[in-house]
């Protein structure tokens, strides 16, 4: 029925079509702007990449935002693997535990930062705590580095945690039952359970999840920015320079689109790096 | 899963695509229509007043204010005592900050020759801008004759070439607030009288004794950290436009001694954050708009911090100033009660009206002595303001003021928190604005 | 080492208290974030501020009072709300129909698994592109439509990035609906179309579901892409961010946690829904 086949292609192109329009065309014209120069010349020119390499709060953001990958990435993963591993045994209160850790996921994050902004200011929570408890409680936690980096990488950790969880959990169900009782029945220990089942057989999980996750945390933003501006990242410089372009300064737009075409890269390249790297 | 279940899910899923189509087709239509008929509206009414069709009715005039809604209710009772003593409606438009937005809408309605508004608020950052979209008045306030009695520092700006566009609306500016029992637990005090000597010796002090700084100033970049430089270089004899003035090197040569001793987070610091961390104590002095007042009330804290004049340097005290302007549009149709209203607004009644019901500082000082004889308390509180009022520096009025701006700050960064020399920090500055003047 | 399998009781007091640290480190900042939203200012920027205390010094309801009645809160409400539900409607119905016509393509030719791998990577693509990358340019875009600070424009960015995860939930709940159900249909005399919405789509709810709730939260939580392509109408969650200052910041928490309220109802019947069998379609490319 070739109407039919022609339907189906249609129906497939719509979405197909509306991304293209609205994320793939914005972001090659993203191009373009970081190519721009204020006074509309036609001629691409490199006056914004000039002026972002040349402040020094450019490299810094780009060094944080690194960072920032190489410090979540790890962390989130060993805690996402513990908490799937948790998940996936039979307790009391299992139940309860899932429902409460799809939390982080769906709180919307700004909310979240309210109350972080809470806890590590400097009369917060955290703060108060140590006063009561005859602590020095003076503490700048969102200030010094390389305190807030911790903090930060921490709060981040709090958030995407169920995530890594709720993936690695999916794999962890689909490992057969069969494999372990075989091992079981072989006298492997716990240790040699996880060691040479569960970890080999994870890996296509563990990987997707190291793929996702990695490609989310080049895009944090919000909180750095909010609780310690003191670490720039690429999104947070590039919002910074875009709103400047009504005030301050005029190359504002095409700088900021400089900040986000190379954050974009940086996915890119570790996306397709990383898919490589993995497919041998 | 029971067939009851599905039937449930899929009902709720197309209600929900239902609802949303509905009432997203319903938003967009109820807008734009609203729209077309209020415009329809004010074309009728304007046809009709231009056939003289319409009996002459009390006056009216549209002012698009730089009022939020919500402070509307204390400034209601200036407005209607304008109304009923000159018998002209107010229709006041809200714009809250959105100082920019106003003046496109007033550009706008202006090359349209479309002319909604009467008056206007300008922000005092937009002057030059918007000298070409506003009447001049030079022959009402030469009428009106109380030009002089103005804050010379708030009034000089809104004469531009020779010619009067501009009469100030408010003299919001900066003063200094004090947590005097923080202080006096370190030992030290605070008066009318301190210096910029006894603000460096202090915040010495108070980082010696409590292992942070505790002075706090608003250094974001780019925001308002240029008007806290004005209470600097204007207390030591300089201006904005010669950077590298002996004045100036003076008092970079300060702010750099300073700079150790400011809390860390200064430089995170704007109008929106810096009032809770006085009223948390986190800070023990900062310099701020009337608003803080206002904060500092309601954090039940009023006994404990205070409001002083700014620290005199060498010459005397600085500050600088913002609260708008108020201005009549090019494309208004009614333009005489227009005037009245800013004259209104303008004079010693209005001034003081305003200081009263809202706390804004008036740009004259008949109004506080208005105010000393019949609220005595309230003068006491604000009247350092009124003080340093009268040591305003203006902003230059130069068409790349925002350049002008974002130079300074950069100086301020580089000397106060990276430590460099003030004076080749001032002089390549000031190279850099001859670049950027082109003078 | 404890053999935790040979000591029940220790085994399970381990667990137990593993799920009561858990849920006290995921619920204490709500609750931080509820606090606030109902005491008065003076608790959060005076001196009763320090040191913190859990329970409320003092209480007042007036900080919800403003949203619900405040009119630049109250627009933030309904934008919010609106621009949610109306990409969770663009992005539903884009995405199932493409879902279905993708999973019965597939089955017929070798055509078919091409075009599955296609939209796969596409949809993994779309993620790599960060919000501000796209959002700059697609504010441009929508000023040039139109569109820039509207419901609309606000509802077609947060499709932008729901769309993908719809396409994935959607393909992977069509390929559990074999194809003959619809063909018994239209033996019966119905035509495809027909077949589609009576037979089909009644089964394809749950999935419906998960992605429209998904989208949901995506786009009511969504903070970066409303920051650049809306101007004057701003939702919620940029409301939050510009009152996170210290002296607005009981306003702040009290938008917060009105937000909060549709996500947590939303989680608890999300709960029935989140199977890992839809989340293993995000890997299966």
């Known amino acids: ?280 | 899963m029971s067939v009851g279940n599905k039937t449930m899910d899929w009902v709720l899923v197309v209600l929900l695509i239902v609802t949303i189509i509905v009432s997203g087709v319903g938003i967009y239509y109820t807008s734009t229509v609203m729209d077309k008929l209020s415009e329809v509206s004010d074309a009728v009414d304007a046809i009709a007043e231009a056939m003289g069709v319409t009996p002459p009715t009390k006056g009216k005039i549209t002012w698009y204010a730089a009022i939020l809604e919500s402070e509307y209710p204390y400034y209601r009772p200036i407005v209607e005592e304008f109304e009923e003593t000159y018998n002209i409606d107010v229709d006041v438009v809200f714009y809250g900050g959105a100082w920019a937005e106003l003046l496109d809408k007033l550009k706008a309605e202006v090359m349209a020759d479309y002319g909604v508004a009467d008056v206007v608020t300008i922000d005092d950052f937009f002057l030059p801008t918007a000298k070409d979209y506003v009447a001049d008045l030079t022959s009402y306030i030469d009428t009106w004759g109380e030009w002089d009695q103005l804050y010379a520092g708030k009034r000089d700006p809104g004469e531009i070439g020779g010619k009067k566009y501009f009469v100030g609306w408010r003299a919001d500016c900066l003063t200094t607030y004090v947590n005097i029992e923080k202080f006096d637990d370190n030992g030290l005090t605070w008066n009318d009288t301190s210096t910029m000597n006894d603000l460096l010796a202090a915040a010495e002090t108070i980082y010696n004794n409590e292992g942070t700084g505790r002075i706090g100033m608003k250094a974001k970049k780019y925001e308002g950290l240029t008007c806290e430089i004005a209470i600097f270089i204007k207390a030591y004899g300089g201006n904005y436009t010669t950077f590298n003035s002996t004045a100036n090197v003076q008092a970079f040569a300060l702010l750099k001694q300073l700079g150790p001793y400011l809390h860390p987070s200064s430089n995170t610091w704007d109008e929106g954050t810096i009032p809770a961390e006085m009223t948390t104590e986190t800070i023990y002095f900062d310099f701020n708009w009337p608003y803080q007042a206002d904060m500092i009330k309601t954090a039940e804290m009023s006994d404990v911090i205070k409001i002083f004049p700014t620290p005199n340097g060498t010459v005397g005290r600085g500050t600088t100033v913002g609260g708008g302007y108020l201005a009549i549009s090019n494309a208004s149709r009614h333009k005489d009660d227009a005037w009245k209203f800013i004259q209104f607004l303008a004079s010693k009644r209005g001034q003081y009206l305003q200081l009263q019901h809202i706390g804004w500082l008036p740009i004259r000082e008949d109004a506080w002595t208005e105010l000393q004889s019949k609220d005595p308390d309230k003068y006491d509180l604000l009247s350092p303001y009124g003080e340093s009022a009268k040591y305003i520096l203006p902003r230059p009025a130069v068409e790349e003021y925002t350049q002008l701006s974002s130079l300074w700050q950069d100086v301020f960064w580089d000397i106060v928190f990276d430590q460099k020399d003030a004076q080749a920090t001032l002089d390549a500055a000031q190279a850099d604005w001859k670049t950027i003047s082109g003078s | 080492m404890i053999h935790l399998k040979r000591r029940p009781l220790l085994r399970s007091a381990a667990f137990t208290l593993l799920v009561i640290g858990v849920a006290f480190i995921i619920i204490f900042p709500l609750y931080v974030v509820t606090k606030n939203a109902f005491v008065e200012e003076k608790e959060i920027i005076g001196r009763l501020a320090w040191p913190w205390s859990p329970i409320p010094q003092t209480f007042t309801t007036k900080w919800v009072y403003h949203l619900l009645t405040e009119s630049k809160l109250v627009s933030s409400l309904t934008l919010t709300i609106f621009s949610t539900l109306l990409s969770v409607g663009i992005s539903l119905l884009l995405a199932t129909p493409a879902a279905w016509a993708l999973v019965r393509v597939g089955g017929k030719r070798r055509t078919g698994f091409r075009a599955t791998g296609f939209i796969m990577t596409f949809a993994v693509m779309s993620r790599m592109f960060p919000s501000i990358t796209v959002g700059i340019p697609l504010a441009v875009t929508l000023m040039r439509l139109m569109l820039h600070d509207t419901v609309w424009g606000l509802a077609i960015g947060f499709t932008l990035f729901s769309l993908p995860y719809s396409l994935i939930v959607m393909k992977s709940q069509f390929e559990t609906i074999p194809p003959e159900l619809e063909e018994a249909a239209m033996v019966d005399g119905y035509s495809r179309f027909s077949a589609f919405i009576k037979v089909t789509l009644p089964a394809a709810a749950p999935g419906m579901a998960t992605a429209a709730i998904f989208s949901f939260l995506f786009a009511w939580g969504e903070l970066t892409l409303p920051l650049l392509i809306t101007s004057a109408n701003r939702p919620l969650s940029v409301m939050i961010w510009r009152y996170l200052r210290g002296a607005t910041m009981a306003q702040g928490s009290a938008i917060a946690f009105i937000q909060l309220i549709p996500v947590l109802i939303f989680t608890y019947v999300l709960q029935r829904f989140l199977k890992p069998e839809y989340l293993a379609g995000a890997f299966k490319y």
């Open chain 1, 1 to 280: 029925m070739k109407s039919e086949q022609v339907m189906y292609w249609v129906l497939i192109a719509i979405p197909v079509v509306f991304i293209i329009a609205f994320m793939v065309y914005p972001a090659v014209l993203s191009v373009s702007y970081s190519f721009s120069h204020p006074e509309g010349t036609a001629i691409p020119n490199t006056l914004a990449y000039k002026q972002n390499f040349a402040d020094p709060e450019f490299s810094k953001a780009i060094g944080y935002n690194l960072l920032l990958v190489a410090a979540t990435i790890p962390f989130e993963l060993l805690t996402g693997l513990f908490m799937a591993l948790v998940l996936s045994k039979q307790f009391i209160g299992r139940g309860l535990l899932r429902a409460i850790m799809i939390l982080p996921i769906t709180i919307p994050e700004v909310v979240f930062l309210v109350s972080m902004k809470t806890m590590f200011g400097e009369k917060g929570v955290v703060n108060s705590m140590l006063f009561n408890l005859g602590l020095p409680y003076n503490n700048l936690w969102l200030v010094y580095s390389p305190v807030n980096f911790i903090i930060i990488v921490l709060v981040e950790i709090w958030r995407t945690t169920p995530i890594c969880a709720l993936l690695i959990l999916a794999g962890i169900q689909s490992i057969p039952a069969q494999v372990y009782e075989s091992a079981s029945i072989d006298r492997a220990t716990v240790w040699m359970k996880f060691r040479h089942i569960t970890l080999p057989l994870l890996k296509p999980a563990i990987v997707a999840t190291i793929l996702l996750r990695g490609i989310d945390a080049f895009k944090i933003f919000a909180t750095p920015y909010v609780l310690s501006p003191a670490i720039p990242t690429m999104t947070g410089y590039a919002y910074n320079t875009y709103y400047l372009r009504f005030a301050m300064n005029p190359v504002g737009l095409a700088r900021a689109a400089v900040s986000a075409d190379i954050l974009a890269l940086f996915i890119i390249v570790f996306s397709y790096a990383f898919v490589r790297y993995t497919s041998r």
